[in-house]
C-alpha cells in the first residue's frame, strides 16, 4: 500500500518568513496530492491540492509543487503570518476512495 | 453547499461501556464516508470507510464497528469501550462514484475513556 512520509515534524519561522514543508509517497500509481491545516481542537481543513497532470499551484501565498519522477511534493508559504500557526498534513491517493496522511508538521509562526 | 456534521462534541465513558458517535452529511447524494482516530493531535488514522449504504471496509481490526443505515448516515460503535479507544475521532466525506477525491472533515468527537 501507500506510505506519505513527512518532514519536518516540527516547523518554527519568524512572522514574513517562508515555511516549507515536504513529503514523499511510494505509490507511483498515486494521482491526488492534498494539504490539510489542523487547528488545535478542529477537524483538518483543506488549503490547497494538486493532481498529476500538473507540477505547481498557487493560491495566494501559498503553493504545492509536485515531481512525479522523484515522488515528492512540497509545501510552501511566503510571508507567513502568526495565523498560519497549526498542523500542516500532505495526503497521497492509496486505492480506491482513500487517501494516505502524513504525520503531520506543526507549525509555529513567531510574531 | 455541503455540510458534514457529528456528535456529539465531546464524551468521557468508563472503560466496558458502549459508543455511539454519528456523522451526517447535507446537501450532497451518495457520498464516499470516513472514520479516522486522531491520537495526541497527530496524525490520522483511517478505521473504515464507505462507498454506499450497507457497504463498509475496515482498514483496523478492533473493538470497533461501523454502520451506514442512511445515505448520508455514518455510524461508529463499540459494545466495549477500551482505555485505548481514547482520541479525536473525524468523520470525512468526498464524492461518490470516482477514485479517491478531496475529503471534507467534519468538526470531531473528542472521546475521552476513564
Known amino acids: 500500500g501507500e506510505n506519505v512520509e513527512q518532514h519536518p515534524s516540527t516547523l518554527s519561522v519568524q512572522e514574513g518568513d517562508s515555511a516549507v514543508i515536504k513529503c514523499t509517497y511510494s505509490d507511483s500509481a498515486s494521482n491526488y496530492f492534498p494539504w490539510y491545516k489542523q487547528e488545535l481542537g478542529k477537524g483538518p481543513q483543506l488549503i490547497i491540492d494538486?493532481?498529476?497532470?500538473?507540477g505547481e499551484k498557487k493560491d495566494q501565498r501559498i503553493a504545492v509543487t509536485l515531481n512525479k519522477t522523484a515522488k515528492h511534493f512540497s509545501l510552501h508559504i511566503t510571508e507567513t503570518q502568526p495565523e498560519d500557526s497549526a498542523v500542516y498534513f500532505c495526503?497521497?491517493?492509496?486505492?480506491?476512495?482513500?487517501?494516505?496522511f502524513g504525520k503531520g508538521t506543526m507549525l509555529l509562526v513567531s510574531p | 453547499s455541503q455540510t458534514i456534521h457529528q456528535w456529539p462534541a465531546t464524551l468521557v465513558q468508563p472503560v466496558g461501556s458502549p459508543l455511539s458517535l454519528e456523522c451526517t452529511v447535507e446537501?450532497?447524494?451518495?457520498?464516499?464516508l470516513y472514520w479516522y482516530r486522531q491520537a495526541a493531535g497527530r496524525g490520522l488514522q483511517l478505521l473504515f470507510y464507505?462507498?454506499?449504504?450497507?457497504?463498509i471496509s475496515s482498514e483496523v481490526p478492533q473493538n470497533l464497528s461501523a454502520s451506514r443505515p442512511q445515505d448520508r448516515q455514518f455510524i461508529l460503535s463499540s459494545k466495549k469501550l477500551l482505555l485505548s479507544d481514547s482520541g479525536f475521532y473525524l468523520c470525512?466525506?468526498?464524492?461518490?462514484?470516482?477514485?479517491?477525491?478531496?475529503?471534507?472533515f467534519g468538526p470531531g468527537t473528542r472521546l475521552t475513556v476513564l
Open positions: 495526503a497521497a491517493t492509496s486505492g480506491y476512495s482513500t487517501l494516505t
Open positions: 494538486i493532481r498529476s497532470n500538473v
Open positions: 464507505s462507498v454506499g449504504i450497507g457497504q
Open positions: 446537501g450532497t447524494s451518495n457520498p464516499n
Open positions: 470525512a466525506w468526498s464524492v461518490g462514484g470516482g477514485s479517491a477525491d478531496t475529503q471534507y
